[in-house]
Structure formats: C-alpha cells, structure tokens
C-alpha cells in the first residue's frame, strides 16, 4: 500500500470498535479436552523431541483472567473501545451432563455485570473449539447427541446471563475445529479420520441451527475464519479451480448451510493462501511474516469482506491480530487492514465493526505461550499487564473512529 501520502478514514456513525478474547486462552484453571491434552505423555514426549520446553505448551493458569477480568475490562476501556468479546466455558459451566454450576454462572454474570458498569457492549462466545471431558468422551462434537446437550447448555446460559449480552457467537471457527481435530490432527481429539469430521461438521450445523432456533433476545451469529484463496497464476486453469475448490470447501460450505440461521456474520481474517498446482499447493510470497511465519497481507480482508458481502447480512470483522512481540508491525499492520476495510465499505459492503486479536498476550493453543498477540503483554510469572507502544495508536483509532493512512 502507498504510503507517502497522508489520509484520514472515517469510519460509519456507530461502528463498533473492540478488542476479542477467549476463556479457554485466557483465564486459567480450566479441565477439558484441551487441559487433557496437553498434559497427556505422549504430547509432552512429542514437544520434548522437538527440545522444547513442555511448560510453554501448558495452558494452567493462562493470564489468570478468572481473577483479574476487572482490570482486563479496565484495559478494554483504556483502549476507547465500546465493546469487548470474550468467551465463557462450557467445561466449567457444566461439569458434568445437565449438572450446571452456579458458583461459575455466578462469575460470569459478574464479569459481564462489569463490563456494563463499564458502558462496554459485550459479544459472547458460548463455543471456542473447548469441550467438557465428558462430552469428550461421549465421542466429541462427531456423536450427534453432543448437539442435543450443547443446546441444553446454550439455552441455560442465554436464560442467565441473555440479559447482559448484546451479541451472541455461537460457535468459534467451526472449520478449524473439523480440520485441526479430525483431519490434521493437531488440535484434540489428534485424528485423521475424514468420517468423523464429515459428523462433526454436520453435528456444528446442526449445533448453530438449534441455537438460533431458541429465538434469543440479543442478535446471534458466528466467527468464521475466512482465507483468501487466490491463484498464483490467473491464467493457469488448474490453480484457478484448485483456488475455487479451497474457497469453497473452507470458506463457503459452512457458511452456506447456516446463512438462514444466523443475524450476522463474524469473520476472523489472518491468512492468504496463494495456491500453485503442486503440493503443498500453496506459495505465498511472504514479503513480511507475523513471528508466526504467517504472510502479512492486509489487501486479502477486502476481498474476504467484498465475497461475505453477498450473503447481505451485518458483518463483524471479530479477529484479526498479528504475533509480534516486538510490537514492530502491529500498528501497521492494523491500519493496513482497516485501509482496505474502509474500502470495502465505500464500495457498500455493510461492515458494523472491527475487533483486535487480542487484548492480551494470551495461550496460542497448539503453538503454546510464544506467539505474542497482545496489545498487552503479560508476564508469566505476575500476570502484570503493559501496554505495548500500539495499544495507544489502536486506542486513538478507537476514539476518533478514524484512522491515518
Ligand atoms: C482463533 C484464536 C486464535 C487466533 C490466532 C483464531 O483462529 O479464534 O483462538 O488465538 O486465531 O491463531
């Protein structure tokens, strides 16, 4: 993108500006599929083969935001932003089958209570890739009777905590749960198994279908990860189907099924996949990569926003941060990709707000603790919170609902 030129971008009236979290990576203590996983022998024999630490693979008490959510919330606010997206987690919720805690129901009524107090509009994620270990023994989301339980669960906390929240996200990333979990198997439950994740795919539709159904008060939608497939080479016919194929099967079949049950759509954008014909299909030109090694393509959310763009609903772009702990990229990079949202919406593509992930350095799953997301840092050891030099910059961003190109 040019940059020898000074511009200023406002944002529509009323675009919501906010930062997202999840339980899970975020507030420690928690027993579920994942906590299992991680302690299992045979990961921590496979991350001591690579000659790494297996405590920087360990979740435990992620950034300790179980105690410390009024200070998060104050975070959220020093950052002028007017809503915040956090999870809550099914495993603490509901210990065991139709057994629901109201010690933990209790909490989380009061860090959404919180947030009000804080005049901060709350989108809630009942689903973030987590299962109670009883629903992972029962077979995981690939049984069918784990949606008729979701749903109990999903109903139970829309009745006790609906009151509070302003949007609801029903499932996380449903996409990358069926291929991390069931086809690469890096996720839990680690298997290659197309059939269980043809079940689990259908038994999510099926999850965010239901949900919806029960008529909640508060608009309800979903995140999606959308990519944007393109092909190397527009004239090869082969790259072009294969990038149509990706597209389809990542980014659209999900979406496609649950467009009528839905009041928006979340979108998570972090990735282009520029796909050649040979494997491994895919050959970015990673000019600039996050710590993650993951190309830095700011231009790719305006396509993903022009392709959501069609099936006319309100749209929320709910994740999209880099892993920089050096903090070198991230204003960039969050203006770069609010350039090009800013474009999409001039071309009429009803865009409602814009959310960074994440608040805090927090648990980047399989990767463990060295991804650094954070506008915060947080220290391991104390938990301490500090602002890295782009949380002011966001913050600005925040508060004029502009941004400076
Ligand atoms: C997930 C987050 C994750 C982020 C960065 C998203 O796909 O929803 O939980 O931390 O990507 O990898």
Known sequence: MAKNYKETLRFPDNFLWGVSTSAYQTEG????????????????????????????????????SYHRYKEDLDLVKD???????????????????????????????????????????????????????????????ANKKVVEYFLVYAKRISQELGDLVDFWVVLNEPMVHVFNGYIIGKFPPNKFCPF????????????????????????????????YFEPAREWCFLERSLASLMHYFWNHKFLKKIKNHIDFIGVDYYFHDRIVWYPPFRKNLNEKVTDMGWEIYPEGIYYVLKYLGKFKKPIYIME??????????RADFIKDHLYYAHKAIEEGVDVRGYFYWSLLDNFEWAAGWDPKFGLYKVNRKTFQRKARPSAKIYSKICQSNSVEI
Not at 90 to 110: D, T
Not at 320 to 329: E, S, T, V
């Open 29 to 64: 203590g928690i027993v579920c599929d994942w906590s299992g996983w991680e302690k299992s022998l045979e990961r921590i024999k496979g991350i001591k083969k690579q000659g790494l630490d297996p405590e920087d693979f360990i979740c435990d008490k992620a950034c300790d």
């Open 79 to 141: 950052l002028n932003c007017g809503v915040y997206r956090m999870g809550v987690e099914w495993a603490r919720i509901e210990p065991q089958p139709e057994v629901f805690s109201e010690k933990e129901i209790e909490h989380y009524r009061q860090v959404l209570k919180e947030a009000k107090k804080r005049n901060l509009k709350v989108v809630l994620t009942l689903w973030h890739w987590t299962n109670p270990v009883w629903v992972q023994e029962m077979g995981g989301w």
């Open 196 to 227: 269980q994740a043809y079940k689990t795919f259908r038994n999510l539709v099926q999850a965010q279908r239901k949900v919806y159904d029960l008529g909640l008060k508060s608009p309800v939608g979903i995140t999606a990860l959308i990519n």
């Open 320 to 329: 999209n941060g880099i892993a920089d702990a050096q903090d070198k990229y």
